[in-house]
């Protein structure tokens, strides 16, 4: 299979689809790999890396799209990119459909078979694809809101973990899932005072066995958070619903019963976020203020540290890729009912339940569109 990886053009997203090592396993496979050129500098690595692993260097990303017979990026893609996609052409990436009708729109005109990183499952009920960003947003989120939370940057003029003598600052962690139990380690390794918020009962006990007397662990009531707010001196939300639109667990009200100077970082806001008060933001321009609170929502974090982002990805995507390449995405798809979860919409139809609930759309089911087999 030809195999095309366009450089990324989101703002100051640095990632690459294939690194060169994933490329050099699919050109020993047997399969062809078309890299704009640039495409991996972010991660230091230049034509002359894709090169040495069996690439062929292309000059501009039209070239990619139009030879690639599958596409793999990192983010999901722009306009100008969404309107080279071609009817039975497979993009692998991610996409994070449910907050972004435009998208979602383009996509079913071009026809294309679009499978979402973020959607494909495991055997354990995970979503290995999406975890590896999750490992790398949760610890950063944790960096991030330290970075926020000193004066010159907006914030309260914390230290995270405090000195002898002045207490530490209060971290608020909203879900405990893969984003959260990052931040908790880190927030905890940083000496914070530590909550996390959740109400799935296994996942509490699992969280309260690890950290111990590290960090509160509490049921997630409204009362409950309205409570915790009032105090927190930093916000992660971490909550996520696969596939579907992020519900908003904090008001714009409730901004208002906190301390000025708080921070809110919003490691959802790629599914539309966790605060009513969230919007999209960039790296070179990561932050606002509403009401006194300062929001950080950058909604491509791990974009912030392109090289362990880029390789923790390629080590969960590259299977998933070898088997598009090797069986075409019908019997790779029949074969695998994890990585046809990931099957977002295709030929004009959208084809993953909580895309079509959040959008409006018909849900047309994955194995109708795969024949005969």
Same mark, same amino acid.
């Given at each position: 299979?030809?195999?095309?990886?366009?450089?990324?053009?989101?703002?100051? &997203?640095?990632?690459?689809?294939?690194?060169?090592?994933?490329?050099? &396993?699919?050109?020993?496979?047997?399969?062809?790999?078309?890299?704009?050129?640039?495409?991996?500098?972010? %991660?230091?690595?230049?034509?002359?890396? $894709?090169?040495?692993?069996?690439?062929?260097?292309?000059?501009?990303?039209?070239?990619? @799209?139009?030879?690639?017979?599958? %596409?793999?990026?990192?983010? &999901?893609?722009?306009?100008? &990119?969404?309107?080279?996609?071609?009817?039975?052409?497979?993009?692998?990436?991610?996409?994070?459909?449910?907050?972004?009708?435009?998208?979602?729109?383009?996509?079913?005109?071009?026809?294309?078979?679009?499978?979402? $990183?973020?959607?494909?499952?495991?055997?354990?009920?995970?979503?290995? /694809?999406?975890?590896?960003?999750?490992?790398?947003?949760?610890?950063?989120?944790?960096?991030?809101?330290?970075?926020?939370?000193?004066?010159?940057?907006?914030?309260?003029?914390?230290? /995270?973990?405090?000195?002898?003598?002045?207490?530490?600052?209060?971290?608020?962690?909203?879900?405990?899932?893969?984003?959260? @139990?990052?931040?908790?380690?880190?927030?905890?390794?940083?000496?914070?005072?530590?909550?996390?918020?959740?109400?799935?009962?296994?996942?509490?006990?699992?969280?309260?066995?690890? @950290?111990?007397?590290?960090?509160?662990?509490?049921?997630?009531?409204?009362?409950?958070?309205?409570?915790?707010?009032?105090?927190?001196?930093?916000?992660?939300?971490?909550?996520?619903?696969?596939?579907?639109?992020?519900?908003?667990?904090?008001?714009?009200?409730?901004?208002?019963?906190?301390?000025?100077?708080?921070?809110?970082?919003?490691? =959802? %806001?790629?599914?539309?976020?966790? @605060?009513?008060?969230?919007?999209?933001?960039?790296?070179?321009?990561?932050?606002?203020?509403?009401?006194?609170?300062?929001?950080?929502?950058?909604?491509?974090?791990?974009?912030?540290?392109?090289?362990?982002?880029?390789?923790?990805?390629?080590?969960?995507?590259?299977?998933?890729?070898?088997?598009?390449?090797?069986?075409?995405?019908?019997?790779?798809?029949?074969?695998?009912?994890? /990585?046809?979860?990931?099957?977002?919409?295709? =030929?004009?139809?959208?084809?993953?339940?909580?895309?079509?609930?959040?959008?409006? $759309?018909?849900?047309?089911?994955?194995?109708?569109?795969?024949?005969?087999?």
């Amino acid at each position: 299979m030809l195999i095309g990886v366009p450089r990324e053009i989101k703002p100051q &997203e640095l990632r690459v689809g294939l690194t060169p090592e994933s490329v050099a &396993e699919l050109v020993y496979q047997g399969h062809q790999v078309l890299v704009e050129t640039e495409a991996g500098s972010g %991660i230091g690595a230049g034509d002359a890396h $894709y090169q040495a692993a069996g690439a062929e260097i292309v000059a501009d990303a039209a070239t990619v @799209f139009a030879r690639g017979e599958l %596409i793999v990026k990192v983010k &999901e893609p722009q306009p100008g &990119e969404r309107v080279q996609l071609r009817p039975d052409q497979v993009l692998f990436t991610y996409l994070h459909l449910a907050p972004d009708p435009d998208q979602a729109r383009d996509l079913l005109a071009s026809g294309a078979v679009c499978i979402a $990183y973020e959607t494909v499952t495991d055997d354990q009920g995970g979503l290995p /694809l999406l975890k590896p960003m999750s490992q790398v947003a949760g610890r950063l989120a944790i960096q991030a809101g330290a970075w926020a939370l000193q004066a010159a940057n907006g914030g309260r003029g914390l230290l /995270l973990g405090g000195v002898p003598g002045v207490a530490p600052a209060r971290v608020l962690i909203l879900g405990g899932g893969v984003v959260g @139990f990052n931040a908790a380690q880190m927030a905890v390794g940083l000496q914070a005072h530590v909550t996390i918020l959740d109400r799935n009962p296994a996942l509490l006990e699992r969280l309260a066995t690890h @950290f111990g007397v590290g960090a509160r662990v509490l049921y997630s009531t409204r009362a409950e958070l309205a409570a915790e707010l009032l105090g927190a001196d930093l916000v992660v939300g971490a909550v996520l619903v696969p596939g579907a639109s992020t519900p908003r667990l904090v008001t714009r009200a409730q901004l208002g019963t906190m301390n000025p100077g708080a921070v809110l970082v919003d490691v =959802a %806001i790629d599914q539309g976020g966790c @605060f009513e008060t969230s919007r999209p933001t960039t790296h070179a321009q990561p932050t606002y203020v509403v009401d006194g609170i300062l929001h950080y929502c950058v909604a491509n974090m791990p974009g912030a540290v392109p090289r362990t982002s880029a390789y923790a990805l390629n080590h969960a995507t590259l299977p998933a890729v070898l088997a598009l390449a090797a069986k075409g995405w019908r019997r790779a798809l029949a074969d695998d009912p994890h /990585l046809r979860a990931g099957l977002n919409c295709c =030929a004009g139809r959208v084809t993953h339940p909580a895309v079509a609930a959040a959008l409006g $759309y018909d849900l047309t089911p994955a194995e109708s569109l795969l024949g005969d087999v």
